[in-house]
Nanobody
Framework: QLQLVESGGGLVQPGGSLRLSCAAS????????IGWFRQAPGKEREGVSC????????YYADSVKGRFTISRGNAKNTVYLQMNSLKPEDTAVYYC???????????????????WGQGTQVTVSS
């Protein structure tokens, strides 16, 4: 059974940091383009960051550029999202997702992803 599990969310003050993890079971993340998405109440799901399979190229939404970093774990079948300088507007449920192995490049479009985790809540508040 293919499964993604996110962890690392929580409550943090503005300016703080969190590291989200996306762990896979039943398949190897290195063979897939991986995306991080978020959804705030009343808003559509948006692409935050993603990393391609083939060349490791990355994408960041303008709203998180310079603050968030996506990376693949070394031999741990995990993808991370390091989030620094967090702002209240970063508050959302964060999801990781994997594309089919047919597609090596990542794109920030949720409809292009086949496998999803259950999400982890990130709340930025003082």
């Amino acid at each position: 059974q293919l499964q993604l599990v996110e962890s690392g969310g929580g409550l943090v003050q503005p300016g703080g940091s969190l590291r989200l993890s996306c762990a896979a079971s039943g398949f190897t993340l290195d063979y897939h383009a991986i995306g991080w998405f978020r959804q705030a109440p009343g808003k559509e799901r948006e692409g935050v960051s993603c990393i391609s399979r083939s060349n490791g190229s990355t994408y960041y939404a303008d709203s998180v550029k310079g603050r968030f970093t996506i990376s693949r774990g070394n031999a741990k079948n995990t993808v991370y999202l390091q989030m620094n300088s967090l702002k209240p507007e970063d508050t959302a449920v964060y999801y990781c997702a994997a594309r089919s192995r047919l597609f090596s490049l990542c794109v920030p479009l949720p409809e292009r992803y086949n496998y999803w985790g259950q999400g982890t809540q990130v709340t930025v508040s003082s």
